[in-house]
Nanobody, 123 residues
């Protein structure tokens, strides 16, 4: 299983970005997925996670109302739409896939990871 994240870039405070994650080698449809982020010297933090059918989506409190996670099982894609970006949102963003259908906030539950896509927010 391989995951390829894309869509990161440089954006001004208050701007928007949409991250994409394409999954290769396994149908996404039966598995939960999530987004995490990491800054230098820090641990990988939970951002959002979704169950296999999109029925349950959880977000870290700091992004609620600004970020939207979605998935398209037919395209084997997971997305993270980020609006009203703040300087503290700047990080390397990773998508990840579980081996079961639920979602999880814990990075160590995820065996499959993408390479990360960098989000920079300028003030």
């Amino acid at each position: 299983v391989q995951l390829q994240a894309s869509g990161g870039g440089l954006v001004q405070v208050g701007g928007s970005l949409k991250l994409s994650c394409e999954i290769f080698g396994r149908p996404l449809s039966n598995y939960g997925a999530g987004w995490f982020r990491q800054t230098p010297g820090s641990e990988r933090d939970f951002v959002a996670a979704v169950s296999w059918n999109g029925g349950v989506i959880n977000y870290v409190d700091s992004v609620k109302g600004r970020f939207t996670l979605s998935r398209d099982n037919g395209k084997n894609m997971v997305y993270l739409e980020m609006n009203s970006l703040k300087p503290e949102d700047a990080a390397l963003y990773y998508c990840a896939m579980l081996q079961y259908g639920g979602g999880s906030r814990r990075p160590y539950d995820y065996p499959h990871w993408g390479q990360g896509t960098l989000v920079t927010v300028s003030s």
